[in-house]
């Protein structure tokens, strides 16, 4: 098979100008990848800055409330800046010091990625920019804040629909004028090869540790794991631990948004909304229409509103080994009560949408079998979206309030 | 004639040749024609017609706008082979090719497209996405057509890396002049002189040299180094600024008429 296949899936569609930068990218990665003491650097450093291993909480007021399978979640909100994105982002801040270059570019679109690249490159004492669509930029001020005031430089992305995709074309647009001293740190596993396979390596480091866990914790494996699935980053993440188990079933979440009848939504892999197609550097099912011009996506959770997925969750999605299921914005809210309330944790909108799944089929399952739910990151910190999600009116007083007395003082 | 053959040809009897480039639909079909004839009546040899896609990820500011606008107005990939079997009927003196990324090839099924293109006169393509490695049946199909795949050369290519590009390709080679996306101006400098001198010695086919070009001082300084100038964002700007009627002019002064 070609590299960076996964069955029909990947390839590297790259204009001739990133030729070289990507033969450099794919030499110190695979470097890397053959070196046992870079996996070993990186496990230190992310136990020393970012709080790994996460926990594998046992959630025995959820697992009492559905009445079935013992339900475990794995903590990615534990990891610094608050998401399993910090994983890939210092992985490849590792590999850009062994390359010796000084500066990064990100895309973002909710803001964690960007915000997660502006944290490395303070740390490693690298330029950062960070390209955000416009809407995000709107959307996600407090991200913004975080990630000028760790040093980088936001672009406010105005093409297309000002959405994540967009960030993603201006981030190459910059890249190939400035490869020479510039990594792009590719936040998912999408994108051209070697990211998808590289991304998705940085990330394994939370299935490892989850089947470790599971076993500690529940005597044996899980019986399903679930993850939600924007890009693809945290469930390939925790997936891989359960791979080459087949008595593990693994399901991805995709944002059902509005109800996929309603064309508001992003579910690639749900139904038959997707086709096939290649942009952004890779071939996977890209939410598009016959001629391929790709189309407008919705979610409640930024995070997982984009028109293409992992070339290999499609991958592992065709030949049956991950099943996927969509969310709706409503059923994601209700979720999200649930689970505060319930075991007073707080998962992001994104995560949510695999605690909708895992609580629907939770009471099915026997009561000495366990299922995880990753909980790619936490909520707390987008108070603003989740407040304006559950339309909550004392956040809307405090706001006018706070307003109210900017502009005073403004005067 | 094949494309390269017929630029060499050209080329016996002009220093430099012309090739220029728009979007099609943007800012209509209408206005699209209206241009064609103008660089037809001013001496251009070779036109790039683009077809508009969402993802334009290796075009600048101004033909990104022109794709979204373009598309925001509701053309279509039929529509496009449509308005280029009419032009190719209508200017039959210049060698038309389609400019587009890989996925509206992909999505019309590359042997279809393919096929369409060759049966309405088309000569070449232009996809700056699909590098020789992905493009396997795609450079098939092509050459069995009788169609020339444009390749690409750029600065950050070793000699290596250009002699493997050129040998899959045919017409000619996009040398792209510097870094960066589409619409930024270049100097010609000692560094984009070993540049082009490295391309020459890397393939026989003709040379186009793009990205930046704008005035007759650019054209001139290609003389001798490189067989066609590509003139790209320029004249989106002017159409914008000026209007279709500014095309001819703009065109007759880049070749010093």
Known sequence: ?411 | MKLAADIKKRRQDKPVLLMTHLVLGYPSLDVNREVIRQMAENGVDCIELQIPFSEPMADGPVILQANQKALAAGLRVADCFAFAAGVIAEFPRINFLFMTYYNIVFRYGEKAFIRRAAEIGIRGFIVPDLPPEEGETYLQLSQQSGLAPIMFFTPTSSDERMRYVAGRGGGFVYCVARRGVTGQHTVMDANLENYLARCRRATDLPLALGFGISSRQDVAMLEGRADMAVIGTATIRLVDDRGPEAVGPFIAGLLGA
Request: aromatic fraction near 10%; include cysteine.
């Open chain 1, 1 to 411: 098979m070609k590299k960076g296949y996964f069955g029909q899936w990947g390839g590297a569609f790259i204009p001739e100008v990133l030729y070289e930068t990507f033969a450099g990218l794919n030499h110190a990665y695979e470097e890397a990848r053959a070196d046992a003491s870079f996996w070993r650097e990186y496990t230190r450093l992310m136990a020393n800055y970012s709080c790994r291993p996460t926990p594998l909480t046992y959630a025995e007021n959820l697992s009492k409330h559905f009445g079935g399978a013992r339900i475990y979640i794995k903590r990615e909100d534990l990891n610094h800046t608050g998401a399993h994105k910090l994983n890939n982002v210092m992985g490849q801040g590792l590999l850009v010091r062994r390359m010796g270059k000084k500066r990064v570019i990100a895309e973002t679109g909710a803001g964690q990625h960007g915000v997660a690249t502006a944290t490395m490159a303070a740390r490693f004492g690298l330029a950062c920019t960070i390209y955000m669509g416009e809407e995000d930029v709107a959307r996600q001020r407090p991200n913004v804040f975080w990630m000028e005031k760790l040093g980088a430089t936001v672009v406010p992305v105005t093409d297309g629909s000002r959405t994540l995709k967009d960030a993603i074309n201006a981030a190459f647009r910059d890249w190939v004028a400035s490869m020479d001293d510039t990594h792009y740190v590719l936040g998912t596993v999408c994108g051209p090869h070697p990211f998808p396979e590289m991304v998705a390596w940085f990330q394994s480091i939370i299935g490892k540790e989850a089947n470790g866990q599971i076993r500690e914790q529940h005597g044996r494996l899980p019986a399903r794991v679930y993850a939600c699935v924007g890009g693809g980053s945290n469930a390939m993440g925790i997936f891989q631990g359960f791979l080459d188990e087949p008595g593990v079933e693994l399901i991805g979440v995709e944002a059902g948004g509005k109800g996929l009848e309603t064309g508001e939504h992003a579910s690639r892999m749900v139904g038959d909304l997707a086709s096939p197609g290649v942009a952004q550097g890779y071939k996977t099912m890209f939410l598009q229409d016959r001629d391929g011009q790709m189309l407008h996506t919705h979610s409640i959770a930024a995070g997982l509103d984009y028109v293409g997925v992992s070339p290999i969750l499609a991958d592992l999605g065709e030949k049956g080994r991950v099943r996927f299921e969509a969310a709706t914005d409503r059923e994601v809210i209700r979720a999200l009560e649930m689970t505060m309330r319930t075991e007073g944790i707080i998962p992001a909108l994104e995560s949510s949408h695999a605690f909708v799944q895992a609580f629907k089929e939770a009471p099915d399952l026997a009561a000495d079998e366990a299922v995880i739910i990753n909980m790619s990151g936490r909520g707390d910190k987008d108070i603003f979206t989740i407040a304006h999600a559950f339309d909550d009116s004392s956040w809307k007083e405090f706001i006018i309030g706070l307003a109210a007395e900017y502009r005073s003082s403004y005067k």
